[in-house]
Each structure stands twice: as structure tokens, then as C-alpha cells.
């Protein structure tokens, strides 16, 4: 029972297309029906098509009757048959039979109206005709139909109750409905009986004695099921076996067919392989199937109980009325509420402002807010709440709770009327304090390290031995930035407070901010300079250009100028110059990038409007103050370099007419010459060592850039030798660039370019 | 702005690590988090069926936030200004 359903070997012969052709719906049911019943019979099972299946016999435990004898006190060899009904009743099968035709003719010869009887007789009779040569139910011969059998025999004796009753015990209906949806085979196998239930008469025309019937389900749907049963048993007593094996194959087509694909009938039998194939996909099939149900009802089942929860809490609704849930938002909106968002929820305030408005340029990707745009996207903010009906609502009942808070600021706790306990509130401005921090302590150390007896630090002091502190330098960037925030604070609100007033506090607030940034500090005292070691922490650098922005033309100079002064002391300069090998560690090389984004934009700002004598006075500070061969090593340096150098060459050309400025004086370029020249006398052999290793992944733009800036101002013979010395590179870049892929390539030559355009070459002009 | 909607992953007291989508938040800072799970799965296999979860503020050690949501630089000048607030004397 292993192979297939039946039990059977599904490795058959093949089929014939006969077979196959014959294979049509209404026969493959009649197949079905026919080759179940076979099987029972040769297995010697019941007709009770559940129970052939019913694994309920392998229980019984056959062993251990040894002392059955004792037990019963009987000699168990000698067991009578008293018991067996069954075969009493085959013996007067013959008789029941005849009294069932008796039974029928006497219907027939009775007036009825009954149209359904009649119509039935006949194939009535015809069951019984069929059964010619076939084998009986029961096993003994039971002779059909003798025409002797006449109806006068027992011409008062009802139809018998005997068959149903007996075919009733093994079988109640009931069991077969409910075993039904198990296999489709078995819902195949039924159909005849539920589809002609009425070949039998029905039973309560027949006068069945009282208790004659069997007890529990009414025989009405029983007896014409059992009739067709036996019917088909009957027929099908002499088919072949090849005829049982092609039912076999058409159970599963017909399977096929109910799971609403065409039965592949056609396939089918054509080879064995094919067969096999087919039966392959039927399992196939059969466990998709199988999949797909379990999918349902695990859907079902999380539905049910979704519905069920629902239905739980449903007893719940409408336990709070509106008033209630409005208090308790109240009393939630409370705590984020704040009548100065700018400084209570500052982090939401400016993020908004400048996720509003991505569009507005800012100065620079560093530039964590424009002070300006704040106010402006605040407004913005409030206008789209504005519009909004239901915010406005809101905003009535904030406004509502801010003046209730305002109206007692002290209290941190709530009784609310019959609750348990007391309400917090705590909020993010007045949190409940976990650690008990001693202030004494910093206060007395604070005075001990400012004794002039500022509220802060007067921070890098320099220490005796002249280093400036780490933790000073620290403290000094939080000051600036803590001026830096005023200012910028100062500045959203300057619509709303006097003009005097706010020009007053923001004057005093930028020279405390000068102040902070210790530029003025004299050089020489202690090494690095304050203001230097300030630029040497990324905060620091960071912060540069927030500052920069509350400066004025002077302040600007003196800290362009004490940058340039101190340049080589500075951390993007002295460590960011590989040795031989060009190796600069990564976080150093980040903080040139941060150095690069931050400090340079604004300088090279305040470079590009400055006058000549400026530009002059800072390089001629530059190489006096530096070693220039050691700062042309680095990036940055080389930067500041390139800044003065095509500054200059512009103001030289008169481009400074164009901002207003005048044409630059003779002698102002007499000057620069003389300094570029320094430059250039100073560089001199040692151009190529500006450049990165050959082989590094460094990108050499910036000293192309600078080489180029040279070139423009170089005479012929500057020219000449700056060519000499770099021809190598170029040479080795442009056959370097004709070996790596295309858009590397060309980067490689826009950049030799950069400095070849300046000396009116080009690369292409280069014969390798 | 709000984060409501985003993955977060918020670390406990007692070292559980749960990563969901953000549903809600308090003025305690409880959370409620949907689509959950839990950071070491083979340590904590019986989390596995919890599918959303309320967490108390106070059991809450970390609140991983995407970082391509948090503005650091504007956050650093958020906690000096909270520094700066009135109970703690401003420098002068």
C-alpha cells in the first residue's frame, strides 16, 4: 500500500491507446467504483470502503489465548457457528431475494401515482439482471433471478429489511460522510450513490416493520447506496486485471481532473517513462496542493484568532470618552511644550530650518546652519502649521498649556484627583537628577586656574614651560564656540529687538569671541601658538568658519596673518609631509581634507577680494616665517601657495578693477616680483619634491595646480628651468595615463595640462 | 524629522539589544517598536516570536539612531547650548 493509493504496483504495462481512448469521465467513476470493490474482495475486506483503509484491525492484539480455556471454561476448538449471521443469512439469501421481487412486482401491480417508482423499476429489475455468472455477495451462490422465483411465493412478506439492516451495521453512513473530504478517491468512489440515491425505493414507502430497521441514522439514504454498491460489485465480477490497472491510471487522471486541471489523458500510456512522469507530477501536484491547504488554514487560523482578539477588546471601546484622551494628551503635549523652541528644542528647531530649505545655498558642505537662514525657515515652519486646520487647533491648545506652565513654573509634580501616586514633571529642561555633581570642586579649580577672576577659564595661559595645555586648548574651543552660538542666536532674533541694543550685545559678543580664538596672543611666547593648537583639534577647525562669519576686514587679516606666520606648526602641515615613501596616516589625511574644507574656503574668500599689498605682505611672510622647501611639501601648504600666487597674477593683469580695487601700483609689483622670485630662487631643485610618491593613489592636482600658478608668473628662463625639473613627471604621467583606463587617463592629463596650458603646451604635443 | 518609522536599534539595561521600527515615543521616552528583532538572536531565542514590543524609558541603556538621520554637528551645538542652559552659570 506503499506505491500508490490501492495498493497497488503502479508500474504497469503500458497501456494501449484503446484503454486510453476509453478513458472518459463518467467511465472512470464507474472504473473507480468497480476496481475498489475488486480489491476488497480479493483482500477479503468488508465492502466498507472507509474500512478498507481503517488501520484499526492492526491493533488487535491475536495472541495470548492460552487460557482462553480456563477463562471460558470451553473447548475452543470446538466453536459453533451460532454466531455468525452472516452466513445464515446467506442461506436465505435466495429467499430474500425472491421477496424483494415479490415486494416489487406487488408495488408495481398496485395503483401508484408515484412517477419516480415507476420510472425506477426497471432499473431495478435490471440490477439484479446484471449479476448473471458474477459473484454474490456473500460468497455462496446466490441464483438471480430464476423466473420461478415468482412473486407468489410469499406474496404478504414486505421487502426485506434483512439486506439494509445487515449492510447498515458494517456501514453507517455517518462514518462515510465524515471520512469523505479525507481522499479525493473515496469522494470519487461515492459519487454514483449520492448521485442516484433514488434507484431504490425509498424506504419509508416500504413497510418496513417497526424495529426491523436498523437503529440510529434513517435507512433512507443508506438503502439506495448499498443497492449500488452491490450493484457494481456485481458487475464488475469478471473484469480483467488490465482492465483494474487502467481504472488505476484513470483514478489519478480523473484525480487530475478534480483538481481542476483537464485530466492529460493523452499522455498518458504513450510510454512508460511518460507514465512515470506523469505519476512523478501528480505527487508533485498532490504536495503542492497539500501546501497550499496548509498555507489556508494557517491563514484561517491567524484570522480566527486576529477576529478573536478584536473581539476581546471590543468590550474595551468606547471606555474613554473624547475628554479623557484630550487630558491625557494634554498632559503629554505639557512636557514638549516650550514658549522658546530655539532654546529648549534647539536640535529639532535649526534641523528643520535647514531640512526645509535644501535648496538655499550655504557656505560650504561644513557649515552645520547658516545663522541667518534659521529664522527664515522657522517662519516658514510655523506659516505651513498655519495652514494646516487641524495644527492650528493644536497650536490654540499649546498656546493654552504654555501659559498654564508659565503661570506655575515650580511645581514638578501633579496629584491629579483620585490617582494613585503623583505625576513627574520631570521634562527634558528639568530632568530628575541621577548624580549629585559637587561643584565646589571645579569652581575652586576653575579660580585657581583664572585667578584675574573671570567666570571661565582664562584658558591657554601658557604653563610655565611654555606648552600650551591640551585640556586649555579644548576649554578654549568650547568658549568660541560657545560665543559662536550667541552670535548665532543673536543673529535669528535681530528682527525682534531694538537696532542699538542688538548691535551693542553683538559687537561685545564678537570681541569676546576674538578674544577666544587667542589669535592675538603674542607669537614667540609659547610653541605651537594658541591660536595654532586650536586650528590642531578638528573642533577647532570646524568651528573657523562659523567665526569667520562675525568677523570684520581687520580681524580677518590678523588671522590670516598668524596662520601664515605659524603655518609650519601647524598639525596639517608639519605631519602631513610623507617621508620617501609617502606614507601619511589616514586620520591625519582627514584632517587635511577637514583643514581643506573648512579653514581654506573662507580664507581663499577673503584672499580672492584682498589688494596686492595684502597678497604681498602674506607671502613674504610665508617664506620668511617658513621653511618654504618643507612647507611646499604639503598639501595645504602648497594650497596657500597657489592662493597668492594666482591672486597676485590677477591683481597683475587688473582684475582687481572689477571689485573695485585699484590698479596695483608700480612699485607693489616691482615688490611681488621680488618676493615670487625669493619664492622661486628658494623652490628651486626642489619642485619635484612636492609631489606625491609616483605610484601612491594620492591625486597630484593640487601641486599641478600650483606648478601651474608658478609658470604663469615665471619669466622665460624660470620657465625654463621649472620645465626642466618637472619634465620627468610629466613625461612619466602622460605614459602612465596610456596605460591605465579611459577616465583615469584623462584626469591624469587634464592635470599635466593644468601646468603645461600655463606654459602655452599641451600633453598631446608630447612625443613619447 | 521625527525618527517614527525608521529602524532603530535600542539597547536595554540588561544588555538586550532590539532593532524595529520606530512607533512611538514618550515624554518617559518609552518606546514602541514594530517589526522587532533582537540583536543576538542565538542568545536570545525565545525573543524570536515577539514581533512588536513597549519599552519602558527607564530600562533603556542606548538608543542607536541611522546616522544618516542625525545632523552630528548640529547635535554637538544642541548639547553645548543644553550645557549653556540657565542652571548652569554660562561663562562669561
Redesign the interface.
Known amino acids: 500500500m506503499s506505491d500508490s493509493y490501492f495498493g497497488f504496483d503502479t508500474t504497469m504495462p503500458p497501456l494501449n491507446s484503446d484503454q486510453l481512448t476509453a478513458g472518459t469521465a463518467e467511465i472512470t467513476e464507474d472504473e473507480l467504483s468497480k476496481n475498489f470493490e475488486e480489491f476488497a474482495l480479493e483482500s477479503g475486506q468488508d465492502f466498507g470502503c472507509d474500512q478498507g483503509f481503517d488501520p484499526l484491525a492492526d491493533q488487535l492484539v491475536e495472541t495470548g489465548d492460552d487460557y482462553n480455556e480456563e477463562t471460558f471454561g470451553n473447548d475452543i476448538t470446538n466453536i459453533g457457528d451460532d454466531f455468525d449471521f452472516t452466513q445464515s443469512n446467506a442461506k436465505i439469501a435466495d429467499t430474500i431475494q425472491k421477496e424483494e421481487k415479490l415486494y416489487v412486482d406487488r408495488r408495481k401491480s398496485a395503483p401508484s401515482d408515484n412517477n419516480e417508482l415507476l420510472r425506477q423499476r426497471p432499473l431495478f429489475s435490471n440490477l439484479w439482471d446484471d449479476q448473471s455468472g458474477g459473484i454474490s455477495v456473500n460468497g455462496n451462490g446466490s441464483y438471480p433471478n430464476d423466473p420461478t422465483n415468482d412473486p407468489k411465493t410469499s406474496p404478504l412478506m414486505p421487502e426485506s429489511p434483512i439486506s439494509p439492516s445487515i449492510w447498515g451495521s458494517y456501514h453507517p453512513p455517518s462514518t462515510r460522510k465524515e471520512s469523505l473530504p479525507r481522499h479525493h478517491h473515496e469522494t470519487n468512489l461515492h459519487h454514483p450513490s449520492y448521485e442516484n440515491p433514488p434507484t431504490y425505493p425509498p424506504s419509508q414507502i416500504s413497510p418496513l416493520p417497526p424495529g426491523f430497521g436498523p437503529p440510529g441514522p434513517p435507512p433512507t439514504a443508506r438503502v439506495p447506496t448499498l443497492e449500488e454498491i452491490e450493484k457494481q460489485l456485481q458487475r464488475q465480477a469478471g473484469q480483467s486485471l488490465t482492465k483494474r490497472m487502467l481504472s488505476l491510471a484513470e483514478v489519478e487522471a480523473a484525480l487530475l481532473g478534480l483538481n481542476g486541471r483537464p485530466p492529460p489523458l493523452p499522455i498518458y500510456g504513450q510510454t512508460e517513462g511518460a507514465y512515470r512522469e506523469q505519476e512523478a507530477a501528480f505527487l508533485e501536484q498532490e504536495a503542492a496542493i497539500r501546501e497550499q491547504e496548509v498555507m489556508y488554514y494557517e491563514r484561517e487560523r491567524k484570522r480566527r484568532e486576529k477576529q478573536r482578539k478584536l473581539a476581546d477588546m471590543a468590550k474595551y471601546n468606547g471606555l474613554m470618552t473624547q475628554n479623557d484622551k484630550d487630558y491625557i494628551n494634554r498632559i503629554q503635549i505639557s512636557q514638549l511644550v516650550t514658549d522658546d523652541p530655539y532654546s529648549d528644542d534647539f536640535y529639532y528647531q535649526i534641523y528643520t530650518a535647514i531640512r526645509n530649505r535644501p535648496a538655499q545655498p550655504q557656505m560650504g558642505t561644513f557649515s552645520p546652519h547658516a545663522s541667518g537662514g534659521g529664522a527664515m525657515g522657522h517662519e516658514r515652519r510655523h506659516r505651513n502649521r498655519g495652514s494646516e486646520s487641524g495644527m492650528l487647533k493644536v497650536q490654540q491648545q499649546v498656546l493654552r498649556i504654555v501659559n498654564d506652565v508659565r503661570r506655575k513654573p515650580k511645581s514638578t509634580q501633579l496629584s491629579l484627583e483620585g490617582a494613585l501616586g503623583k505625576i513627574a514633571l520631570n521634562s527634558v529642561r528639568n530632568p530628575r537628577q541621577l548624580l549629585q555633581v559637587s561643584t565646589k570642586h571645579t569652581d575652586t579649580h576653575q579660580n585657581h586656574a583664572s585667578p584675574s577672576g573671570g567666570s571661565h577659564q582664562k584658558v591657554p595661559s601658557i604653563s610655565s614651560h611654555g606648552v600650551v595645555d591640551h585640556r586649555k586648548v579644548l576649554r578654549s574651543i568650547e568658549n568660541i564656540y560657545w560665543a559662536v552660538l550667541r552670535l548665532e542666536e543673536l543673529k535669528r532674533n535681530q528682527e525682534r529687538e531694538a537696532k542699538d541694543k542688538w548691535q551693542e550685545k553683538y559687537t561685545e559678543l564678537v570681541n569676546k569671541m576674538w578674544e577666544e580664538l587667542l589669535v592675538t596672543e603674542p607669537i614667540g611666547v609659547s610653541f605651537p601658538h594658541p591660536f595654532i593648537s586650536i586650528l590642531s583639534v578638528s573642533k577647532g577647525k570646524k568651528v573657523i568658519p562659523r567665526v569667520l562669519r562675525h568677523c570684520n576686514k581687520d580681524q580677518f587679516t590678523t588671522l590670516i596673518t598668524m596662520l601664515v606666520a605659524n603655518f609650519e606648526a601647524l598639525d596639517v602641515c608639519k605631519t602631513a609631509i610623507g617621508g620617501s615613501n609617502g606614507n601619511i596616516k589616514q586620520s591625519i589625511l582627514d584632517e587635511v581634507e577637514l583643514f581643506m574644507n573648512t579653514v581654506v574656503p573662507p580664507l581663499l574668500q577673503f584672499v580672492a577680494e584682498a589688494p596686492l599689498k595684502i597678497v604681498n605682505g602674506l607671502l613674504t611672510l610665508f617664506i620668511e616665517r617658513n621653511n618654504i622647501i618643507w612647507v611646499a611639501k604639503s598639501k595645504v601648504g602648497l594650497a596657500f601657495l597657489t592662493m597668492f600666487l594666482s591672486r597676485a597674477e590677477i591683481l597683475k593683469q587688473g582684475g582687481g578693477y572689477m571689485q573695485g580695487l585699484p590698479l596695483p601700483e608700480e612699485r607693489e609689483i616691482m615688490q611681488w616680483q621680488e618676493t615670487y622670485n625669493r619664492l622661486f630662487n628658494q623652490l628651486q631643485t626642489y619642485f619635484l619634491l612636492s609631489f606625491p610618491p609616483f605610484m601612491s593613489n594620492i591625486d597630484d592636482m593640487y601641486v599641478w595646480q600650483f606648478l601651474a600658478a608658478m609658470a604663469v608668473g615665471a619669466s622665460m628662463e624660470q620657465q625654463h628651468i621649472l620645465v626642466t625639473e618637472v619634465r620627468e613627471r610629466v613625461l612619466e604621467t602622460v605614459v602612465q595615463a596610456s596605460r591605465i583606463p579611459q577616465d583615469k587617463a584623462t584626469h591624469k592629463i587634464t592635470n599635466v595640462n593644468l601646468f603645461l596650458h600655463a606654459l602655452g603646451l599641451d600633453a598631446s604635443q608630447l612625443k613619447i | ?1 521625527t525618527l517614527i518609522g525608521q529602524q532603530v536599534t535600542v539597547e536595554l539595561k540588561n544588555d538586550l539589544a532590539i532593532t524595529g521600527i520606530l512607533v512611538s515615543v ?2 518617559f521616552l518609552n518606546i514602541k517598536l514594530d517589526d522587532i528583532h533582537v540583536v543576538e538572536e542565538q542568545k536570545y531565542p525565545h525573543m524570536m516570536a515577539v514581533k512588536n514590543c513597549f519599552i519602558r524609558g527607564s530600562v533603556v541603556r542606548y538608543v542607536k539612531l541611522p546616522a544618516s538621520a542625525v ?1 552630528t ?6 548639547a ?3 550645557a ?2 540657565p542652571t548652569v ?4
Open positions: 524629522m514618550d515624554q545632523d554637528a548640529l547635535l554637538q551645538d544642541a553645548r547650548r543644553e549653556q542652559q552659570p554660562a561663562p562669561r
